[in-house]
C-alpha cells in the first residue's frame, strides 16, 4: 500500500515568523533513536539547520521512532519548507555515512500554530511525550529532549510541568 503524503496548506507560503510543530517518523518506523551518538547526529544536523534557515528551536523531543519539534522563524525569508527539506537531508546523510540504513519515512506532519494558540502548551506536550510513553515518569529524566533556544531546566520551568 502506498504511503499518503501529508498535505500542505495550500494557500499558506510557510515563509516569516510562523511556529511550526513538526513530527517526522523514521524509515518503517524503525526504533533508531536509542542510543547518545544516534541522537547527536540528528541533534546536530537539526541545531545546524536551524542556524543557517534562520529558525530558532523552542523545544524538540527524539523519541525511539519519531521526533518532535517546535520551530520558530526569525527572518521574513525563514522558510520552513525547506529548513525541513534540507534537515532531512542533511540529517539523513549524516545517518546513512554512520549506519548505512534509511533515517527517514517520506514527507512529514505540520501544525502551523495560530496566533491564539499557546507555544508553552505546545512544548509540554512535545517534553511530556516521553511520559505519556512510559519511559520516564518526569520529562527531565529523559536524555533526548531539550532546547535550542534556552537550557532544559529554564524549558522544564517555563512549562510548569
Given at each position: ?14 515563509l516569516g515568523f510562523y511556529r511550526y510543530f513538526l513530527t517526522m517518523c523514521t524509515h518503517h518506523r524503525a526504533r533508531l533513536f ?128
Amino acid at each position: 500500500m502506498p504511503i499518503k503524503l501529508a498535505p500542505r496548506l495550500g494557500a499558506f507560503d510557510y515563509l516569516g515568523f510562523y511556529r511550526y510543530f513538526l513530527t517526522m517518523c523514521t524509515h518503517h518506523r524503525a526504533r533508531l533513536f536509542v542510543s547518545d551518538p544516534a541522537v547527536r547526529v540528528v541533534v546536530a544536523q537539526l541545531s545546524r539547520t536551524a542556524d543557517a534557515e534562520r529558525f530558532s528551536v523552542i523545544a524538540y523531543c527524539l523519541m525511539p521512532d519519531h521526533i518532535h519539534v517546535l520551530v520558530e522563524g526569525t527572518h521574513p525569508a525563514a522558510d520552513f519548507r525547506e529548513f525541513v527539506r534540507v534537515f532531512k537531508q542533511r540529517s539523513a546523510f549524516h545517518w546513512k555515512r554512520e549506519n548505512a540504513s534509511t533515517l527517514w519515512q517520506r514527507s512529514y506532519f505540520e501544525h502551523v500554530l495560530r496566533d491564539e494558540e499557546d507555544t508553552v502548551g505546545v512544548a509540554r506536550y512535545i517534553l511530556e511525550n516521553p511520559v505519556r510513553a512510559g519511559f520516564v515518569e518526569r520529562p527531565e529524566a529523559y536524555p533526548y529532549l531539550g532546547s535550542m533556544t534556552v537550557g532544559v531546566e529554564k524549558l522544564l520551568y517555563s512549562v510548569q510541568i
